[in-house]
C-alpha cells in the first residue's frame, strides 16, 4: 500500500449519522479520506471503484443484511481491503465471527479519532486490531475460547428465552425492540458459537448444559 498517498476510506453503515459523523473526523486528518458512503450492502458492491478502497469501516449489525456476511464476501472479492467491524456493542461471540470471516479488527463506534486512527495503521501493518473496550474484553477471553462451551451474552439469553416460549423472528424482534435482522444475527451466531444446526438443537444443548 502506497502510504505517500491518503489511505482511501469507505464506510458501509444504515444510518447515514454515522457516515457523517465518520466523515467530518477524517476531515481533520491528512493521511486519511473517506471516498464514499454506503447503507446498504447492494450500493457497496455496486461501487464502481471497490477495488480502490484501503479500508472498510463495516457495521456489524444491518438492517437489510448481515455485516458478518458481508465481511466475507468483501474478503472473497478482495482479500486486500481492510475491513474494520463497528458496532455500538462488544459481544465477544459476533467479534470472533467477525474476526473468523476475515475482519482485520473491530471498534466501538464510541471510539475516538485517534483510536481509529491508531487501529488503522496497525491494520494495514497485518495486525489484529480492537478499540481499548474491545480490547480488554478480548484479553479476558482468549480465541481458544471458540474450543469451549461458550457463555451466553444477556442478549442471547433474552431472545433464547422467548425462542423456549415458542416466539418467532418476527416477534422477538418487537418485544426487544430490535431489528427482524438483528435478531436473525443473534440466532445465527449462536447456532455458530455451538456448532448447532436448528433452533430446536439449540434450546436442547442450552437445556441441557444449563446455559440459561
Not at 482511501?8 to 453503515?13: Q, T
Not at 469501516?57 to 463497528?86: E, R, S, T
Not at 480490547?135 to 433474552?158: G, V, Y
Amino acid at each position: 500500500m502506497n502510504t505517500s498517498k491518503k489511505i482511501k476510506i469507505a464506510i458501509l453503515d444504515d444510518h447515514p449519522l454515522i457516515i457523517e459523523g465518520l466523515n467530518l473526523l477524517f476531515s481533520k486528518s491528512e493521511d486519511y479520506e473517506v471516498i464514499s458512503g454506503f447503507t446498504n450492502s447492494t450500493s457497496l458492491f455496486n461501487f464502481k471503484k471497490l477495488n480502490s478502497i484501503d479500508i472498510l469501516l463495516l457495521d456489524v449489525f444491518l438492517k437489510d443484511d448481515n455485516g458478518i456476511d458481508v465481511c466475507l464476501k468483501v474478503k472473497k472479492y478482495n482479500p486486500k481491503i481492510i475491513v474494520l467491524g463497528m458496532s455500538s456493542q462488544s459481544e465477544r461471540s459476533i467479534v470472533l465471527q467477525m474476526i473468523k470471516n476475515g475482519a482485520n479488527g473491530y471498534l466501538l463506534k464510541s471510539a475516538n479519532l485517534d483510536e481509529f486512527i491508531y487501529c488503522i495503521k496497525n491494520a494495514i501493518e497485518g495486525k489484529i486490531v480492537f478499540s481499548k473496550e474491545v480490547e480488554t474484553l478480548m484479553n479476558i477471553a482468549h480465541f481458544s475460547d471458540l474450543k469451549s462451551i461458550p457463555r451466553l451474552t444477556q442478549r442471547e439469553k433474552e431472545i433464547l428465552q422467548l425462542l423456549i416460549q415458542g416466539k418467532s423472528t418476527q416477534e422477538i424482534s418487537e418485544i426487544l425492540f430490535l431489528s427482524f435482522l438483528t435478531v436473525q444475527t443473534h440466532r445465527r451466531n449462536m447456532l455458530n458459537k455451538f456448532q448447532l444446526k436448528n433452533a430446536v438443537e439449540l434450546i436442547n444443548f442450552v437445556n441441557q448444559n444449563g446455559l440459561l
